[in-house]
């Protein structure tokens, strides 16, 4: 096999086979996650998200969420 011939795409599929034949299925995918960037600026989002949110307003949903039913100390 001749890599410096061969496209990119080519490249990507060969090198997704050895990746599946030495670590299998689950493997290959555990070693791809590692490698996943995600896009934005998740710092700035946040704060569009949670402007309006107080700590305990968070905290307090937390525990509704949990099902715990226990008020957060404040």
Do not use: C
Request: hydrophobic share 30%; aromatic share 8%.
């Amino acid at each position: 096999m001749n890599t410096g011939t061969m496209t990119f795409d080519q490249i990507k599929i060969e090198g997704l086979k050895a990746l599946e034949r030495q670590l299998g299925p689950d493997g290959m995918i555990r070693f791809l996650q590692q490698f996943e960037t995600g896009w934005g600026d998740y710092t700035k989002e946040r704060h569009k998200w949670l402007k309006e949110t107080s700590v305990e307003a968070l905290a307090e949903k937390i525990v509704k969420q949990r099902g715990e039913g226990r008020k957060v100390r404040r």
